[in-house]
């Protein structure tokens, strides 16, 4: 979790350098083959999953790091060969915008914190992708969207499993009536977190499950049934009240409905291991399990229908093919697979969702 303390940050410019007007600075930028991210947030996502990924990928490349512990920045810059110009703390995080060297700012800090950093570097110039979920509120994800569209960047969610081709494969053949009419999806995500004083455990920075797991589960259903859901309830809990403090929610289950007429059951938990997604048509079913695990997705079709989805991959392959994806997309002008609208909607199912626990009614979702 970052402290916002301030280093000393070695850059090639020095004393109170102008920074350049993002439109300035975007003409000058030569054409590139290969573009440099900085991970800002040097937690065990961009440690262990994203900067080894990043070794791996052909369209882009660890160009920089953005973080408030100095003992981290000497670590990455020593195992990464990351030049001192390329290293930034919170307080310096904006001269970014004069650094030819970076062209996409990966935000992977606590959901809390999305909205500032997302702004500050589209208002710096730099293409911007950003960790799941996209946002604690809506409004703050349309000003993501909004400061990355005005600015002329790229805004990219951290979606993984669109990427995935298992799941590209599964939903695929949903779409062409493999099983018929979509009637009923039953989706879970969960694990048992032990930690207690991790920011997932902090309302204030963006916790419970819903907005981390439950991600996870409101993807399962609407891919699946390829519809957004008109209305929800929901029912959370907590069996750690000394961890998920104040009503924050350790477990939450949730019931959509669709325009179809297809219902979906999602929960999602830190208290308990699960990963599936069943899905139910009028001429078979589909089982994915593990549904969105990172050591690999895996599934297949049944009860009048038949095939194996199962592509094999090695970590962190998903998260490799994720950046290249993007950066992919940026270098040829062309959309981004999940765009920051995709993140807007999930966030206001989830919005849709606390309010139906709260209230115990049905919330509908406009």
Known sequence: MPTRRSF???????GAAAILPNALWSATRPA???LGVALVGLGYYSTDLLAPALQQTNNCYLAGIVTGTPAKAEKWKKQYNIPDKNIYSYQTFDQVANNPDIDVIYVVLPPSMHEEYVVRAA????????EKPMAVTAKECQNMIDACRKNKVSLAVGYRLHHEPNTQEYVRALRNGKIGKIQLVSCSAGYYDSRTDHWKQKKEMGGGVMYDMGVYVLQGARLATGEEPIAVTAQ???ARPNVYKNGLDETSMAQL???SGARAAVQSSYGMNMNFLHVTGSKGTLEMAPYSAYNGVKGEFMDGASGKIDHPYEVPWQQAK?????????????PVLVPGEEGLRDIKIVEAIYQAARTG???KIG
């Open 8 to 14: 000393l940050h070695t850059t090639a410019l020095t």
């Open 32 to 34: 590139k083959d290969k």
């Open 236 to 238: 959370q809990f907590t």
């Open 361 to 363: 009614r049905e919330v």
């Open 322 to 334: 994720q950046m290249d994806d993007d950066a992919d997309a940026i270098l040829k002008n062309k």
């Open 257 to 259: 409905i669709f325009p």
């Open 123 to 130: 208002k710096a110039g730099k293409h911007v992708w950003v």
